[in-house]
């Protein structure tokens, strides 16, 4: 088992920034691929980002390249997600998520274990 938390969220001004954080306990942390999704009202959960259990590779969403970064601390069990440049579309409830297998995933069935969410208002 695996147990997320996610923190960070909140309300920002559009072209600001914030910084998610996922505390992660349970199993092996440097062994998950760890993940970032969203979800916005009325909408369905999109992936947003996603770093390999080594750190050494990451992967993102074409509407968030450029402007946020995921990073791990594998010593803190914890990853992150830097969202700089946000904007209104942003809003949503930010998952944190782990996929024990290895590979990359970017769909939500890919992942077996979810936070319980975040939320990130961008306001004009």
């Known amino acids: 088992q695996v147990q997320l938390v996610e923190s960070g969220g909140g309300l920002v001004q559009a072209g600001g920034s914030l910084r998610l954080s996922c505390a992660a306990s349970?199993?092996?942390?440097?062994?998950?691929?760890m993940g970032w999704f969203r979800q916005a009202p009325g909408k369905e959960r999109e992936f947003v980002a996603a770093?390999?259990?080594?750190?050494?590779?990451?992967y993102y969403a074409n509407s968030v390249k450029g402007r946020f970064s995921i990073s791990r601390g594998n010593a803190k069990n914890t990853v992150l997600l830097q969202m700089n440049s946000l904007i209104l579309e942003d809003t949503a409830v930010y998952y944190c998520a782990a996929r024990t297998a290895r590979d990359y995933g970017h769909y939500t069935p890919d992942y077996d274990y979810w936070g319980q969410g975040t939320k990130v208002t961008v306001s004009s």
């Open positions: 770093i390999s259990w080594t750190g050494s590779n990451t």
């Open positions: 349970g199993r092996t942390f440097s062994s998950l691929t």
